[in-house]
């Protein structure tokens, strides 16, 4: 299955309950592993295990729930929290931006920017389609500046 069909398929679909696991490639065909972990309360003490080797924490924001915003910062801040994680950059993924009155990816990444984010290298985009545009036209890298570098070539 593609990148972007992926993702979107599990943006769409109810909150992951456990987790996932599925070998992807971004849009310019680097491999990459991508853990699908449930965000609700009772499994954020499992989070530890899954944050070793991280190169990225994608964080998928609902952006019509304003209410819930302190909850995913203090989710997030949560996940930063982990020795694993120092200086991995973040990507902010704001999901539901179809929906009237959404919050916009750059509004979101700036009501989480303090705390431990500031500490880290972040952007934010507007649903997979944001994304697969980041992924294509900023490259990503790793928090040793290595392996995921690779930038896709122009179209």
């Known amino acids: 299955m593609g990148f972007t069909k992926y993702l979107s398929r599990a943006m769409e679909t109810c909150p992951t309950v456990g987790f996932n696991v599925e070998s992807l490639r971004t849009p310019c065909g680097l491999p ?6 449930g965000g609700q309360s009772s499994l ?4 530890p ?14 952006s019509t729930d304003t209410a819930r915003l302190p909850e995913a910062l203090e989710a997030l801040e949560e996940a930063l929290d982990h020795p694993s994680l120092a200086g991995v950059p973040v990507l902010l993924l704001a999901n539901k931006q ?11 990444g700036q009501r ?3 705390g431990r984010l500031m500490g880290h290298p972040w952007q934010a985009a507007a649903g997979t389609q944001g994304l697969s545009k980041l992924l ?4 990503t890298t790793n ?6 570098n690779k930038r896709c ?3």
């Open 112 to 114: 989480l920017q303090r």
């Open 32 to 37: 990459f592993t991508l853990w699908d972990v």
């Open 98 to 108: 179809e929906v009237p009155g959404a919050m916009a990816p750059a509004e979101l």
């Open 44 to 47: 954020r003490a499992s989070w």
């Open 136 to 139: 294509k036209e900023q490259g």
């Open 49 to 62: 295990h899954y944050l070793e080797d991280t190169n990225i924490l994608l964080f998928v924001l609902d």
């Open 143 to 148: 928090h040793s500046g290595e392996g995921l």
């Open 153 to 155: 070539p122009s179209k």
